[in-house]
Nanobody, 121 residues
Framework: QVQLVESGGGLVQAGGSLRLSCAAS????????MGWFRQPPGKEREFVAA???????YYADSVKGRFTISRDNAKNTVYLQMNSLKPEDTAVYYC???????????????WGQGTQVTVSS
């Protein structure tokens, strides 16, 4: 059974930072693409960042230069460091594991339950 458990969300002021974690069990993250998506209030879920099993990292234009995805294969955990947060970053953040297209939700077979990030102005 595959489980992805996110943590680290919360309320932060604009300009602040948060680090999200996604702990995986049932699969070895080093063998898969790991992604972060988010769903802002009243909007569709959207791609944020991905880390390929070959070491490549990919970002949405809206977070490039502010967010960093990384993984600790020994801990089977993926992180999303979020700096210079803006109110428009407010969303439920989901991590995902897959082996398909890194930018599309369909490329991921397993999802976490999500963690709320709220950025106040």
């Amino acid at each position: 059974q595959v489980q992805l458990v996110e943590s680290g969300g919360g309320l932060v002021q604009a300009g602040g930072s948060l680090r999200l974690s996604c702990a995986a069990s049932g699969r070895t993250v080093s063998s898969y693409t790991m992604g972060w998506f988010r769903q802002p209030p009243g909007k569709e879920r959207e791609f944020v960042a991905a880390s390929s099993r070959f070491g490549g990292t990919y970002y949405a234009d809206s977070v490039k230069g502010r967010f960093t995805i990384s993984r600790d294969n020994a801990k089977n955990t993926v992180y999303l460091q979020m700096n210079s947060l803006k109110p428009e970053d407010t969303a439920v953040y989901y991590c995902a594991l897959g082996s398909g297209s890194r930018y599309n939700q369909g490329g991921y077979a397993y999802w976490g339950q999500g963690t709320q990030v709220t950025v106040s102005s």
